[in-house]
Each structure stands twice: as C-alpha cells, then as structure tokens.
C-alpha cells in the first residue's frame, strides 16, 4: 500500500466582515501518512488559497490554539494525525470551526464564551500570602493526587464547544471551566472552594444542567475526562453542604429514597419528589398520556399505593445503603 | 452455534413505564434460541443521578448486580444504555482500582457477597450483532422491515465514552457508529442517515433543564423527519421515553410538528421476526405506532 493518498478535503469559510453565509471549498492533495491536520491546514494556505485562516501557534499539543471539528470530531490540530482521520471518515475530510456560529473567519471563532466562563470560577488558588514567607507552601504527593489530571488542561475548547448544552443555554459553564473549579476547589493552598462550589451549583449556569452525554469526555485531547470532575463536583455540593434543596438536587438524593424502598426506581415517586405537590401541574398533561397509553397508572403517584416491583433480596439493598452512604441533602 | 445464555439486568423502564421493552426483548431470545436468566435480584443502577449525589453508594449497588451474573458464571446484558454505562463504569473502576475494589467488597462482605470482575456486561444489541452474528438474524427474518425507512439513534451512554465501551460494543466508532444502521439492514429496512443519530436526547435533563432537554431532542427529530424517516429506533429506553412521550411540547420548542413512531431496538427486531402484536406492545407508545404492525406486512 503507498504511503501517500490522494484526497479532496473540504473546508468551511467564511470572513463575516464581508460574507453573508458561509460556503465550502474543495482543496485536493496527496496526504502522507505522517501528516498531522495542522499540516493539511498549512497547505491550504500555502498551496491553494493565502487567504485561508486558522490560529496555530506551539506546535507541541500544548498552547491549546489549534482546535477544530473535522466532521463534526473535536482534533486539535497539531496532535490529529491526518490519515488516522480518513480511515475513520471514509477518506472524505471536512474541517470547521469549533462552533459555526461564532466563527470570525474561517476556522478562527470568537472564543469570548469560552473566557468568560473559564474566568466566572476564579482559575486560580485564591489565597492570602506573606509577602515574605518563611518557607514554600509545600503539596504532599495525596494533596497533588487530589487534582487528578484536571491540570492538564489546555484551554483548547475542544470539549466546550463540543457539549450540546453550551449551543442550547448560554449561561451555561461548560465543561472546560467545570475541571477547572474542580481543579481549584481540591487545592489545599486555595481559600475559595465554598464560593466556586457555589457558582457550580446555581441553576442554569452550573453542573446540574449537564446532560450527560459524555461528548465532553470523547472530545478531551489531553484525556482529562470533565464530566468525571463534573461528577465530583456534584458529589461536592453535597459533601460541603452547598447542595441547596432544589429540584435538581432532589432528584439526585430521590434515588436512595426509591431504592431504599424498592430496590427499583420509583418513576412516579422521583417526578413527585423532585418537583413537589405543588409544581406537578407541569406534568398532568404528560402523565395523562402515559396513563392513556398505559405507561403508568393514576394510582401510581399516590402515597398509600405501591405499584413498584420489588428486587429480590431487598434486605441487601437496604443494609448496603445503610453502611455505604456517605452524603446527605 | 451453540446455545446462547445471558443474565439480564431490566433496569428500572423496562420494569415499569416501558414493559414492551421487556416483552420485546424475551420474546426476541425466545425466537432466536437465546436463553435469558432475569437478575431479579438486581436495583437500579443510579442511572448517573445517584452517581451525582454519592459515587461510592452507587458503586457497591452496581457491584452488588454484578455479583449475581457472576454468580451464574454468565455475562450480564443489559437492554438500556444508561444500565450499561453504569454498570460498566463500575466494573471499569473496580477492575482498575484495587482499592476501591477491596473498599466495595468490605461492604458487600456484609451480605455475603464479593465482587470479581468475572463478568462481562454487554448491551443487549451488541450481544446480538456481535455474539449472535448479523448473517443469522437474516436468516430469521419473517416480515422484512423493507416498507420502513429507519432512523438509528444510539443513544450517549453506550457509544461514549469510547475508551469504556470497545471491549463490549465492537469497538462502535462514536463519531460514526454503524451497529444499529447494520441491524437495519440484516432486518431489510432502510437505513436513514442524518448528522443527528449520536447525539444527546436530553432526557437527564427532562426534570431540571426542561428547554435544554426539548431542544436536544427536537433538533434529533426533525433532523431524522427532515432525512425521511418513517420511524425512529433507539437502544435506549430513556431516550425512547424523552423522544415518545414529549412530541407535543418538544415540537412547540423548535417550532416543528413532530409525529415520528420511536421504537425499542428489541421491538424492531421482534416485528422482523414476526412476533406477535402483544409481544411488541406497540400499544405502550404515547405517539402512535399500533399501525406499524400492519404497514410490515
């Protein structure tokens, strides 16, 4: 087999100083099997058209400038290998920006999002310092291990960019600056912790809008893993006392409380719960449908009925949950 | 070949609001000679929400599942994507951190139990296509799905994270999965491709982010309406239950009329495979689908 195919890549472009809509471009060429994406990039612009744009800077993986979709996957272009990408996508490559619809010119974006919300969770160890300490401020190797590998991060946006509620809620954190309040609040030296936690905890804007999709943990060049933080963040809440009784965090603590009955989740039980008496006129409409279709029954959400099978041996669960449990709401 | 045997793990819907997900599947195994030991024992896997509240508690109750399968000396099935990702992120942590594995089993010593990562946890779609073989579910086929063009969406939690899922899931690429397209295909339907099929239902979110939810699953609808599909088939019950019950105001969001019949991937095979009407439960769906019995033959 040669070592060198030939390929037609197209590429988004688009300068909004003076384009209405977007348009794709064909650029043929002979694509080396050592070649990265960040080098297909460079040939465009050096062989095709000069007018291509793209940021690029380190080269190395690690100034996090380069990021693109191709076909719709997160790369950073420096790192991607280009002929492992037209394996997967049937040698047929389409490069676009991080997000479209931030896009300035090209595969550059307007990345302000990404920098407001990385900086609304202090990205840095708040703490006061002796302007003439006596010695270091000293991290045992535990206290290092803490952090995991949310340090890695490059700020590349692969992941931000990637999580479909970033596009659907615009006060959305996202997963970038989540690893970092992560990656902060188990820093010993930092005094902010309670403060971070609280800002991840708000509605809208913090974890309990995830939706788990993992797309944050697919797209993740440097394998840093965020919803694995955002997990740890929410167990957070719960630990340092910051979870607030809301129906997001109901819903999480309703859990124990169906299992702890039934082994099962009560699905009746858990929209009850979450919501409360009072807002479960939002779901009427709903549970008249699954009634009708014979989902659920009426009786299911009354108190004094119990219509939910049982696992065996529930005593197990029971006593496991007992010995186990470790947060409350 | 010989004899199939799985323990399967319901999961919570399949128990309760999806019973055609429950039927569909026993009946499918049934059809194809595969033999299927339900994990009565078995609780919910936390479906990530227990997981937000208390990660440990969540890993002993997904141990303990897995204990029973180990028990039984069987690989543990499982028809929900959720349970899966669960299940095996659990089985993920325990195999790779002694620690915690010997932290879990102190407290699974207290009913008698020991985890030991000798069972396998595979979705159940991958257990046909991989274990079962494409080619022999052809074989079977009673009613050709011809008549249908098909939507797959696979659902989150058993293509990604795809570190995870490749020793189960045939190494399903989540960029470009191809399992449930394939499946279509053995059944003699037309597969529909659209940019929408590996994305997010939003249903995580029904209760505390409703917009965020509606719009995920809209935009998935009508990008599978837009490409000319007939019905809609899914893995996953959850996202069954987000795309079947919530047309209505999932359409009021993006603005679309949406009518799209969502199936469980067990429900497609079975109506293939010509099972009866009762064990399909087409009748369980919010969004009409009771015609779609008729209209495969």
Partial sequence: MSDTRKVTIKAFRFNAETDYLPSYKDYEME???????????????????????????????????????????????????????????????????????????????????????????????EAEVDPHPEHETKQS????????????????????????????????????AFVAAYRFSVDTRDNAGIERLEATAERGQGVWDCVKCYECAEACPKEINPIEKITKLHNMQFEQG?????????????????????????????VVYSEGYLNMHKHIKTAFKMAKAGKIHFTDALPWVDNVPKSKNLDEIQKLIEISMTNKL | MSKLKYALFTG????????????????????????????????????????????????????????????????????????????????????????LKAKVNEKLAEVGLEYKGTSEIKHFLYALIEDYGLENIKDKVEVPLSNFNIAPFYGCHNIRPSELH?????????????????????????????????????????????????????????????????????????????????????????????????LHMPQMVALALGCSEKEIGLNFHVQKATQLFDEAR
Avoid at chain 1, 252 to 259: C, K, L, P
Avoid at chain 2, 180 to 208: M, R, S, T
Wanted: with cysteine.
């Fill in chain 1, 31 to 125: 694509v080396g099997k050592d070649e990265l994406i960040l080098d297909l990039l460079n040939r465009i612009k050096w062989e095709h058209d000069g007018s291509f744009s793209y940021r690029r800077s380190c080269r190395h993986g690690i100034c996090g400038a380069c990021g693109i979709k191709v076909n719709g996957k997160p790369v950073l272009s420096c790192k991607q290998n280009a002929m492992e990408l037209l394996d997967m996508f049937n040698n047929e490559l389409v490069f676009e920006p991080q997000s479209k619809k931030r896009a300035i010119k090209d595969m550059i974006i307007d990345k302000k999002d990404f920098w407001d919300k990385h900086a609304a969770v202090k990205p840095y160890v």
């Fill in chain 1, 141 to 176: 190797i535990e206290e290092f291990n803490k952090i995991l590998d949310a340090d890695l991060c490059i700020q590349c946006g692969s992941c931000h960019y990637a999580c479909p509620v970033v596009e659907a809620n615009e006060d959305y954190f996202g997963p970038a």
């Fill in chain 1, 242 to 270: 910051v979870a607030q009784s809301n129906v997001a965090t109901r819903h999480a603590e309703g859990f124990v409380r169906s299992i702890q009955k039934h082994g099962f989740l009560d699905e009746a039980d858990i």
């Fill in chain 2, 12 to 99: 919570c819907t399949a128990k309760q609001s999806t019973p055609e997900l429950l039927s569909s599947t026993l009946a499918v195994a049934d059809k194809l000679g595969i033999e299927i030991v339900i994990l009565e024992e078995a609780s919910c896997c936390g479906a990530s929400h227990l997981q937000d509240f208390d990660e440990f508690l969540a890993h002993v109750l997904n141990a303990r599942n897995i204990c029973y399968a180990e028990k039984l000396g069987l690989t543990m099935i499982t028809i929900c994507n959720t349970c899966q990702l669960n299940s095996a992120m659990t089985k993920h942590a325990l195999d790779t951190n002694p620690e």
């Fill in chain 2, 166 to 262: 490749h020793s189960s899931n045939g190494g399903e690429n989540p960029y470009v999965p191809t399992s449930l397209d394939d499946l279509i295909d053995a059944l003699e339907g037309h597969p529909v491709d659209y940019d929408h099929k590996n994305k997010c239902c939003g249903f995580h979110v029904e209760l505390q982010a409703n917009h965020t939810s509606e719009v995920l699953s809209g935009n998935a609808m009508v990008d599978a309406i837009d490409n000319n599909a007939d019905l809609m088939v899914t893995p996953c019950p959850l996202c069954h239950l987000k795309m079947d019950t919530y047309q209505d105001s999932t359409g009021k969001v993006v603005g679309r009329d949406i009518e799209l019949p969502v």
